[in-house]
């Protein structure tokens, strides 16, 4: 199926799928390929630096790390979104490499994305894979550990945890509106791209629920808990150096 030049399908499944294609944002944004590039010298020429401030405000948290996790949480969220919605409810998904995806990293959650022209390409699990877990997500890992002290397992935990979310709301979407092909579908890509070798080991997926095997650090925001999918019961007590692997 072909995509729509307005991705108007993305709209249904709520706003963390929706993907502008039109309309200029009013100001000049940069790109996510420029955000995964190397820090500025201060938070103002580091968009990354800061969404990362912008999310740590909202939480009122004092730990950059714990606001550094989920800001990358809540970006793959976005990013899965869309792609894996595309791919479900058309059957194909645009382009979304870096360079073509501005982004307002002062914006509220669910973050803000541009998409400056849309390019169909396969709806398939390798195609998704290339395009969120090695054109997206490794890069801002790796952005985001060169400012912040945060493990590896934590960002894959978080990219596996948003993928497994997103199908979750497509499975509710597609039963709730008699589109169980778009519920099959997503639970389908979900299942084969979790066993990526970039995600696989992250948590285990029972039917649509996910259970990982590490930690976002949101119980130490302040009146935060654990997360649905937390490997932890209950939160753990704070410590200078919480578990995050």
């Known amino acids: 199926m072909d995509l729509d030049p307005s991705l108007t399908a993305l709209h249904r499944p709520g706003g963390f799928f929706v993907l502008r294609t039109a ?16 820090g500025g010298p201060d938070v103002h020429g580091d968009a990354l ?9 909202a939480l009122r948290t004092p730990e950059p790390r714990v ?7 809540g970006l793959a969220a ?10 479900a409810l058309y059957g194909a998904v645009p382009d979304l490499a870096p360079r073509l995806l501005l982004w307002d990293p002062e914006g ?30 490794e890069p801002l890992a790796g952005a985001l550990r060169a ?12 990219a596996a945890s948003a993928l497994a979310g997103a199908a979750r709301e497509l499975d509710r979407w597609g039963r709730g509106h008699g ?9 389908a890509l979900a299942r084969e791209l979790l066993a990526h070798p970039l995600l696989s080991g992250t948590g285990t997926l029972t039917g649509t629920a996910f259970r990982r095997r590490s ?24 410590s200078p150096r919480a578990p995050s692997a």
Not at 50 to 57: K, P
Not at 78 to 87: D, E, T
Not at 179 to 187: K, S
């Open 23 to 38: 309309g200029a944002p009013g100001r000049r944004l940069p790109t996510l390929a420029q955000a995964y590039g190397p």
């Open 49 to 57: 630096a800061a969404r990362v401030r912008r999310v740590a405000d």
């Open 67 to 73: 606001a550094a996790s989920v800001a990358q949480q």
């Open 78 to 87: 976005r990013l899965w979104s869309v792609a894996l919605g595309s791919a």
């Open 108 to 137: 509220s959650a669910p973050d803000d994305l541009w998409l400056t022209g849309v390019r169909p390409l396969p709806g398939d699990a390798a195609t998704l894979a290339e395009l969120v877990l090695r054109g997206h997500l």
């Open 147 to 158: 400012r912040h002290r945060l493990a590896p397992g934590l960002l894959r935990g978080n």
């Open 179 to 187: 589109r169980t092909d778009v519920a099959a579908r997503a639970t």
């Open 215 to 238: 930690c976002c650090l949101y119980y130490r925001v302040p009146g935060g808990g654990v997360c649905g999918d937390c490997c932890f019961p209950r939160p753990p007590r704070s």
